[in-house]
């Protein structure tokens, strides 16, 4: 194995210390049922998209350690099949992703093999902006696909957000909505209302302002300053109350267990995004020298996720919730003589949560028959977005992504 | 006001020159109505001052005001033109928006923007999109032609639609999409034709490196048919044409109507027409500001708060009210939090404003913000001190203070439960009173109803 110390420590600015931190015993969920006909909005299941920005190699993740195309291909990248944690007689996980290779045992963790789309762009800018906008046909379309997602909500509510971006880069296009406004916060707190100023403890004002029925915005406004409140302080009760799951210390560690505290404090958010590898291109990109980042990465990734998953599943939470990451592409098979590779065409999507009904998804694309060095989709990234908005969110997809595209009978709904 | 609310459905009525009378007297609620939509509200001598000068002396102010205008903006345009960065662009924006002799000029030029929705991440110049909020600015209450000349040639705008070539062989349809759906016609007023005939008009002009050139071979001399009319035409022919649809004059009234009447309902057709009509002959944007601001309808109940304060709004009217400025590079920064990015509308439809500025989330950001300003430290800094300006005016024991700052922000115009909500400072240590104001600043600013324009 060639990750280094070294390589941990520029990538997650620390050691991997393990921290205890506490967090509330569960929330019990009690929602008022749904009056009529079953709606489609009333579900609480929630999505969390994880981005890896950069363009991940699917080669090096899942590894076919034992085709001999892939040794051939990658003199120095290559992971000996003593290392990989197997998942079969073909492929196995990367070696420092043994908590993904937990999670697929316990059942928590699945593979979609081969995601790409037609035409796919190499470009990361052109590339990401077209899994952000989910039509890759439509230069002009300036909407993200979970934009869309939340704007396709929002009439139903009005004053609760159905979606969050975390973490410290500017929010990603995928997220941008003509007509709803999407955080993008860091930290749970900031979604609470703060100390009022002049005042050290926050103030427990009454909110409650008689209806108007004359003035349509008014009502909105106070109905909207009820929910803030009471939402503020649903998330402050978990933001203070103990807890013993345990995150690594690396920053998406953090993101997941601000979700992990918003899930818990139930406040209507159904979509979560957040990203791993920084803005600009990203650190998925590497042309050389890949093996050592790659490596902290992908154990940055499988670590932090897997305390996720852990801590929703001991609050008996997990079955709520739904991973998945995204990249903008695969990488090319052969490296590129600078310990490196190119960009690319197919590769995984990875799936977690407590609701998957199969772990491994679709063939794994061919090492030989390539186009342009890269291997080639079988599966359109919009079916999985399909998936996830028509199946897990219940929401419509066909007017979030503009056509139906057949969702995957992967998942427990 | 059932006797208003009927005569509001009489265009000559509704349109005509607001003159103070018994039932509907000039008083400190319509001149802060006034102040929050012809400007980013006011101080307590721009208040003071409109209840003396009266409604239509304090809009001829409002319209033209003295000073030297061109000169303050000329200022601002040298700072704005010396920075290279986005970032800078939004604080000078904002800052204009706070210092400007000329507020509802500045109100105007933000309506623009959000009419013309370009956006910098796309055009990737700040030097562009400098250029291009200047033209917005030089004819935000001018003439809507020039303005449509000016857009139609700006480098700015045709990066952002991709439409930096025009080839005679494949007329880009960007330009003409834009133009006819989102800045003068609107979906339904032309046909796909329509769009493909302008197309071949607009054929000839590119950007290259960020600057506009025309080459006459590329230009597509062949007859067009647009919107009824033939003829070998060019660009200018497309935006005469265009002008003259009584769908161009009619949309841009009914979208003024909302930013600067109501955003509750669409306004009659019948009350629509007369200005309409009006605006068609010159498309003068200042005449039209203008009557709608002098008018009976605007001084009634079905205009008086019956919009949504865009993030700006928000911020700067409690920033106008406490007679200071504040650091706007942080301020540009929280009002992309609250969903307005300057430069950065959401899509070329700019911000879709009313209710939906407005959510659980929402609110935590604005009162999160509120807090910010009002706190005496942190980003903000001790600039806004509300115990400082009430005292300024004169007001200093607790119960006038709590009074003047309820008049202040709210003309204290609010039902009785509201009113009584905000608690006013109780004596207690000597250096208390300070803090107190402030915690009674911020409970006044987060009442649902200060978010109302």
């Not at chain 1, 077209?130 to 704007?151: F, M, Y």
Request: net charge neutral; proline share 5%.
């Amino acid at each position: 194995m060639s990750c280094t110390r070294r390589d941990f420590l520029k990538a997650t600015m620390g050691a991997a210390t393990m921290l205890s931190l506490a967090l509330p015993a569960p929330n019990v969920l009690v929602r008022a049922a749904s009056t009529g006909d079953a709606q489609r909005d009333d579900r609480d299941t929630v999505l969390v998209v994880v981005q890896l920005s950069g363009g991940n190699d699917g080669l090096n993740t899942v590894v076919p350690y034992a085709d001999d195309e892939y040794a051939r291909n990658r003199p120095t990248l290559r992971l000996q099949s003593k290392d990989v944690h197997k998942i079969d007689s073909y492929i196995g996980f990367h070696p420092r992703m043994e908590a993904f290779s937990r999670l697929y045992k316990d059942g928590y963790l699945g593979i979609i093999h081969g995601i790409g789309y037609p035409n796919s762009d190499r470009s990361h800018d052109v590339a990401m902006r077209h899994w952000h906008t989910a039509k890759p046909g439509d230069p002009n379309c300036q909407t993200g696909w979970l934009g869309r997602a939340a704007d396709s909500v929002w009439y139903a509510n009005q004053k609760d957000m159905p979606a969050v971006f975390v973490g410290p880069i500017a929010q990603p296009f995928g997220m941008r909505a003509e007509h709803v406004i999407i955080p993008s916060i860091q930290t749970p707190d900031d979604l609470t209302i703060g100390p009022a100023p002049g005042e050290s403890q926050r103030k427990r004002a009454v909110e409650s302002f008689h209806a108007d029925k004359d003035n349509p915005l008014l009502n909105h406004l106070r109905d909207c300053t009820a929910n803030a409140t009471a939402n503020s302080r649903r998330i402050d009760a978990v933001v203070k109350a103990t807890n013993t799951a345990e995150y690594p210390s690396f920053r998406l560690a953090e993101t997941f267990r601000a979700v992990a505290k918003l899930i818990r404090a139930d406040v209507g958010i159904r979509i979560f995004f957040t990203e791993l590898g920084g803005g600009g291109i990203g650190g998925f990109d590497n042309h050389a020298n890949q093996l050592g980042n790659h490596c902290a990465l992908l154990h940055q990734l499988s670590e932090s996720l897997a305390a996720f998953v852990y801590d929703l599943r001991k609050d008996k939470l997990l079955d709520r919730v739904l991973v998945m990451t995204i990249s903008e592409f695969g990488r090319t098979v052969k490296e590129n003589g600078r310990r490196g590779t190119g960009h690319g065409e197919a590769a995984p999507i990875f799936l977690a949560g407590g609701e998957l009904k199969s772990r491994l998804v679709g063939s794994h694309p061919s090492l030989t028959d390539l186009d342009n060095g890269a291997m080639k989709f079988h599966t359109d990234f919009r079916r999985v977005y399909a998936t996830v908005l028509d199946k897990w969110l219940g929401f419509e997809s066909r007017t979030i992504l503009d056509r139906q595209y057949e969702p995957l009978d992967i998942l427990n709904v | 006001m059932a006797a208003q609310i009927e005569k509001l459905k009489d265009s000559g009525w509704a349109w005509a020159e607001y003159e103070p009378d018994a039932e509907r007297p000039w008083n400190l609620a319509q001149a802060g109505h006034l102040y929050r939509r012809a400007a980013f509200g006011a101080g307590w001598d721009q208040l003071q001052q409109a209840l003396t000068d009266g409604p239509q002396r304090t809009i001829d102010i409002l319209l033209q005001p003295q000073g030297d205008i061109a000169e303050f903006n000329r200022t601002y345009d040298e700072y704005e033109a010396a920075t290279g960065s986005m970032d800078q662009l939004r604080a000078w924006w904002l800052r204009r928006m706070i210092q400007t002799p000329h507020p509802l000029l500045e109100k105007m030029t933000l309506f623009w923007h959000s009419h013309f929705a370009t956006n910098a991440a796309e055009v990737k110049s700040a030097r562009l999109m400098q250029q291009h909020v200047l033209l917005l600015r030089n004819q935000a209450l001018g003439s809507f032609r020039i303005l449509l000349e000016g857009i139609s040639q700006d480098s700015a705008m045709l990066l952002w639609l991709g439409a930096e070539a025009n080839r005679k062989a494949r007329p880009n349809e960007n330009l003409a999409r834009a133009l006819m759906e989102n800045f003068t016609l609107g979906p339904g007023h032309y046909t796909a034709k329509d769009l493909q005939e302008a197309s071949r008009a607009f054929t000839g002009w590119f950007v290259l490196r960020s600057k506009l050139r025309y080459i006459p071979r590329e230009h597509d001399e062949n007859e067009k048919q647009i919107l009824g009319r033939k003829g070998n035409f060019a660009r200018d022919d497309v935006l005469r044409i265009i002008l003259e649809q009584p769908a161009t004059s009619r949309r841009l009234v009914c979208k003024l109507y909302r930013w600067l009447i109501s955003e509750t309902d669409k306004p009659e057709e019948d009350l629509i027409a007369p200005l309409a009509e009006s605006f068609a002959k010159d498309y003068d944007v200042l005449k039209l500001v203008e009557t709608m601001l002098r008018s009976n309808l605007f001084f009634s109940p079905a205009a008086y708060r019956r919009r949504i304060k865009c993030p700006a709004e928000f911020a700067i009217g409690i920033v106008n009210a406490l007679e200071e400025s504040v650091s706007t590079t942080q301020l540009a920064n929280d009002l992309t939090d609250l969903g307005q990015n300057l430069y950065d509308p959401p899509t070329i439809k700019g911000w879709a404003g009313g209710k939906h500025w407005i959510n659980s989330t929402a609110i935590v950001a604005r009162r999160n913000l509120a807090a910010a300003l009002l706190r005496g430290s942190g980003p903000y800094g001790n600039k806004l001190n509300p115990l400082v300006v009430a005292q300024r005016h004169g007001y200093a024991t607790h119960e006038s203070v709590r009074q003047f700052l309820l008049d202040l922000f709210l003309q204290s115009d609010l039902d009785s439960d509201v009113y009584d909500s905000p608690q006013k400072p109780v004596s207690g240590k000597d250096d208390g009173m300070e803090e107190q104001t402030r915690s009674l600043a911020y409970a006044i600013v987060t009442l649902p109803e200060f978010n109302l324009a």
